[in-house]
């Protein structure tokens, strides 16, 4: 208790002081950044790049794009739990980091320590997943819209023409944001069309081997079905393993539609084999927006649109490539 | 035994009554006979070919045996450490992580992608055993010799171990695209029932065979009973407890070779998820004492199969998946709070009572 007393009062205190001292200087602190050492020193908050495929893409995107060469000077820390992050982040501000980008663990909590960033001048860019405070505390918030990806995905589907669609939806976990999006579009169809009807709903979460048993189940009650859509590319490995288990032909031209989410590169390349019909993407590569806006707020540009959506692809197996599946791989 | 048959029919239904593995027995009875009223096609089993042309047999019963091969080995394990530490370990989970994490660094090599395998797989089962066996003994030694609870001990490896795991393989995510791996998790070519079911038979052949001939059933339930009085008795209790976290490392090493051998990758943070909570239960619902003691092996196993059967039942009835767990929580609380002695006991006065009314 004495030490994180301490340490918010230090925090409290460095905070004050470079509030008092960026008034002084009219506000010139995003340029003395670039002209000390010639790097933008920049703190990173993630969740451990353990934690998917999609956040250890994720987290070496990061790696590659701010390096010294490019000219930032990076520091990193992980944590799942959001108590930690805000530490981290604490730490950082006192460290007079110039840019702080964070993927925070929980959207509650974070007031606080963004107001003393704010007051400190340090810019706060949000990547991946949004928070509950108000937009004036940081500066640019990059995401997935995951219902749009849900809807990407239903609109091929739709875009297929089946006479009939009998659906085996296999969801993640939920309450989940990527389980929310994704089951929003498909159950909107379902509700919309008549010829579409869900032969079970069921959350695998996330597992490969949960959403076996739940294809396997739906085999062994004889019924027949003739879509799978996983939100997941593990989810849809599993109901295709209980597909071959029973000798049941799936993919391009075959009897049952494979659907899968988040473009892991073993995925893709299902699809390429014409395993598979249709994965869609959750893009990780946020680097490359976090510079442009780092970029435009050193040249002193105001930032018009603060929730930035990133471009998502959905894949057809019909049409990808051997470069798609390197490129978009994760 | 002994007594004269006159009343045998009384009596053996008393004797089942009371007897622990009637419990998991009496679940098992329920589930099927709610299955063969709800829809008796439950119990049908087909057989025909798989996508590679072997035949096969199929139906919710093989789903049920083969699904529930992990947890009934992991309940053996789990049973023998409850009995003697009177404690359960939460780590298996993770530690199957770190399992099937050696057995595909082994066969891959340093390429997460390679085409062939780069050692035999029994080498690499071998040495994931000898991980395996190594995390269980570092818990092993911090209940026995540091006499840290086991809950909390192994605490440390279940926070830690899905880490582990994706540093043994630089976070990469290995396929093996070699089908000798996935022999163990599904069929062997020409065999129509799931090698798990085997493997996981082989394992309790096995733990019955040793309990029967050695003197380990006796050791670790009079450590769990009294470790003081087992230690004037000539026992080394820290010993034992030691050996029952080892045998319990050679148990999760075996889950593991199944579970990678399913999908023949990995996933560290979500393969056998929960698992632990499903062990422990397990244990529970064969009516043994979760504060350690006497215990009834077979009673665990039957438990593990119960839960299984269960989450099948389930997904039979295409419960929704908001309540699934809900649905799993409510039978489980109903069959423990059934197992538990006071209630038993309670039951037992009120069938009494009743009997000497009807006379």
Partial sequence: MKKIKKAMALALATSMALGLAACGNGGAKSDSGKKDGGLIKVGIINNDPNESGYRTANDKDMKEKFTKENGYDASFSYSLKNDEQIAYAKKMIQDEVDYLLLSAADTAGWDSVLQDAKNAGVHVILFDRTIDADPSLYDASIVSDMAKEGETAVNWLKDQGLSEYKIIHIQGAMGSAAQKGRSGALDTQVAADGNWSIVTQQTAEWNAEKAQQIVQSVIDSGESFNVIYAENDDMAKGAVAALDKANISHGVGKDVIVMGYDCNKWALEELLKGNWNYDGQCNPFQASYIVDIIQKIQKGETISEKTIIMDEKGFDAGKITQEDVDKYGI | ???????????????????????????????????????????????????????????????????????????????????????????????????????????????????????????????????????????????????????????????????????????????????????????????????????????????????????????????????????LNGLNPELIKLLTFVILGLCVAVAGLIKVGRFSTINYSVIAKDIEMDAILAVALGGNALGGGKFNMMASVLGAYVIQYLTTTLYKLKVSSDALSAYKAIVVILLVVLSAPIVREKLAKLGKKLKKKEA
């Fill in chain 2, 1 to 231: 035994m002994s007594k004269t048959s006159v009343n045998t029919n009384e009596s053996f239904f008393k004797k089942m009554i009371h007897s622990q593995i009637f419990i998991p027995i009496a679940a098992l009875l329920l589930l099927t006979l709610f299955n063969l009223i709800w829809d008796p096609s439950f119990f049908k089993i087909n057989i025909g070919p798989d996508a590679s042309g072997n035949q096969v047999l199929s139906g919710y019963i093989i789903t049920i045996l083969d699904n529930a091969s992990e947890l009934v080995i992991l309940a053996i394990g789990m049973t023998l450490v409850t009995a003697a530490s009177g404690g359960q370990d939460i780590s298996v989970g993770a530690a199957i992580a770190i399992a099937g994490s050696v057995i595909l660094r082994v066969l891959c090599g340093s390429d997460s992608r390679s085409t062939e395998l780069q050692a035999p797989i029994i080498v690499a089962f071998i040495i994931a055993c000898v991980v395996a066996m190594l995390f269980g003994a570092f818990n092993g030694v911090l209940v026995a010799y540091f006499k840290i609870q086991p809950m909390v001990a192994t605490l440390i490896l279940f926070t830690a171990g899905r880490s582990i795991a994706a540093w043994i393989n630089n976070n990469e995510l290995p396929i093996v695209t070699d089908v000798s791996l996935s022999y163990y998790g599904n069929f062997i070519p020409g065999i129509p029932i799931p090698t798990p079911v085997f493997i996981a038979i082989i394992c309790v052949i096995i733990i019955m065979l040793v309990l029967k001939f050695t003197t380990l059933g006796l050791y670790t339930q009079s450590v769990g009973i009294n470790e003081k009085s087992s230690r």
